[in-house]
């Protein structure tokens, strides 16, 4: 669990690897997903050898646009692809999966409703205002706020701490520092932690888009794995690993 | 003397001190262009979120400081006046932060000092609760910078000649003022020295800092958290180049007038 803590710093700032194989950049949130998705394409024929580097989308879109050889950039919101896409280095873009945000409490906590978060004392850790989750958290929070600002309120009040990275989030809640922390359905699956659950938000609330960007420079090999990933081959994987694979209510276009 | 001088500054060491130079001297001009170019300093300097981190980092790390000098001399004395084998290797025990990954250094503060560490209980009987508080940010600090300040300080009282405690004791001063007149003025260009480290390194802790205080403008977010944070928004390089250049002028600010503090006063040199 304290390595669990340890890794995600560990990976701040990591850059691709020197090997022969593409590089491939995606979200953090995939690092549990993306080994099986590469498998599964192998398995279903797909050539070519790849070289994952994960990291806060941000980070990553940063190091494409200062020129990192990424040839895939899969993004956990539309924001931070569109900056890439901005910057002149999109073939290709295809929207992907959603994934939605839910309350990490631990499993013995008393914590049962997003309103218990507002009670004082409550320590709840929050990604940083400008990562995809915490975008995604003010997103949240900005809706529920019209129908009930005061608590609202309270449970912002109630933040210790804006994490860049959602693992480092969850973290907190597994070692018991922080009370609550607002992370990925899909981060709660990928722990495997019974120490740890998630509590829903109400239904209506906005989720996340992750896109797929194939990068200029691309090879035929990695083009062909964009192409499994935008057609949704692997949805069954995808949805197992907590992520939603209905089709998005405003889908991003393609080119 | 002349000869050998010349001989000292020949050619080949020439060059490779300047490539060793340019080594240090491009990551610093490349940030300031960077900054120059594709940042904005003066929006960085006028932001509340660096403003509040630039106070956070300098009442810390000026805080971490004065503890380390506070605590740490006594202890650096005591250890080297007192040579024995078990000395040693408590000297040895307390320079390990040194050689800890910074987040290493935050997990084993979290063991201690966390809800769930060794100390955990006691300290909410106590109604106290360290993560997340500037408190914290001090303690992450003080772990991972105070032993440069002890490291030099026992190395400082350690080479000092023992002869002249010994005689100013014979001369009937109490141990206090043996310290204080003797051991302590001798000792000063190895205690500053050590001070000036600590400072820089209690400004510059990043890791043990995120695991155990966590980050949360005007709390617990000091310069280099704002500056990873800066790092990860959609600002991206720009943003984190110009914050980094606001610390970066400020620490060589401090650094210099420090340096020259050092030099400028002391009784022995």
Do not use: K
């Not at chain 2, 170019?37 to 509040?52: F, K, M, S, W």
């Not at chain 2, 080479?159 to 100013?168: F, G, H, L, Q």
């Amino acid at each position: 669990m304290l390595l669990a803590l340890a890794l995600p710093v560990a990976l701040v700032g990591t850059s691709c690897g020197g090997g022969d194989g593409h590089t491939v950049f995606a979200a953090s949130s995939l690092t549990d997903l993306m080994p099986d998705l590469i498998e599964a394409y192998r398995d279903a024929g797909g050539e070519g050898h790849f070289e994952l580097s994960f990291g806060g989308s941000q980070t990553l879109a940063a190091q494409v646009i200062e020129g990192a050889p990424a040839e895939l950039f899969i993004a956990a919101n539309e924001e931070t692809a569109a900056r890439v896409v901005e910057a002149g280095h999109r073939l290709r873009e295809a929207p992907l999966w959603r994934n939605h945000l839910v309350i990490a409490v631990r499993a013995d906590s008393d914590i049962d409703a997003i309103e218990a978060l507002a009670a004082p004392g409550v320590r709840i850790a929050v990604g940083a205002p400008d990562v995809p989750v915490g975008a995604l958290t003010n997103r949240v929070l900005d809706l529920l706020a019209e129908a009930d600002p005061a608590t609202v309120e309270a449970i912002r009040a109630n933040v210790v701490t804006e994490d860049t990275n959602v693992r480092v989030a969850l973290s907190r809640v597994e070692l018991g520092e922080a009370d609550a922390a607002f992370v990925y359905r899909t981060d709660i699956e990928a722990a495997a932690n019974e120490d740890v659950r998630a509590i829903e938000l109400p239904p209506g609330m906005p989720a996340t888009q992750y896109v797929a960007v194939l990068l200029t420079g691309a090879s035929a090999e990695t083009e062909s794995l964009f192409d499994f990933f935008a057609n949704h081959r692997f949805d069954n994987l995808v949805r197992e690993a907590g992520f939603d694979v209905s089709p998005s209510v405003t889908p991003t276009p393609t080119p | 003397m002349h000869a050998s001088r010349s001989t000292r500054s020949s050619p080949p060491w020439l060059s490779l001190s300047l490539l060793f130079v340019l080594f240090f001297a491009l990551p610093l001009v490349g940030l300031v262009w960077r900054a120059s170019t594709d940042g904005d300093v003066a929006e960085a300097l006028t932001a509340t979120r660096t403003v509040e981190a630039l106070r956070l980092s300098l009442f810390t790390a000026t805080l971490t400081t004065a503890l380390a000098v506070v605590l740490g001399t006594p202890l650096a004395y005591l250890l080297a006046t007192r040579e024995s084998a078990a000395s040693r290797l408590l000297a040895t025990l307390l320079e390990l932060p040194l050689v800890l990954p910074p987040a290493v250094a935050g997990i084993a503060l979290l063991t201690a000092f966390g809800r769930a560490g060794i100390l955990g209980d006691p300290l909410e009987a106590a109604g106290v609760s360290l993560s997340f508080t500037t408190a914290a940010v001090v303690m992450a600090q003080l772990f991972v910078a105070a032993p440069y300040y002890l490291r030099a300080a026992y190395g400082g009282f350690a080479s000092t000649d023992p002869r002249y405690e010994a005689v100013a004791a014979t001369l009937g001063l109490s141990p206090w003022r043996v310290f204080r007149d003797v051991a302590l003025p001798l000792a000063r260009p190895a205690l500053v020295g050590g001070l000036i480290l600590c400072w820089a390194r209690a400004l510059g802790e990043l890791g043990a800092t995120l695991l155990f205080a966590g980050s949360l403008p005007g709390r617990t977010q000091t310069m280099p958290l704002a500056i990873i944070s800066a790092f990860e928004s959609s600002d991206g390089l720009a943003g984190a180049v110009s914050i980094a250049v606001v610390l970066l002028a400020f620490a060589a600010v401090l650094l210099v007038a420090l340096n020259w503090l050092a030099r400028a006063r002391g009784p022995y040199g």
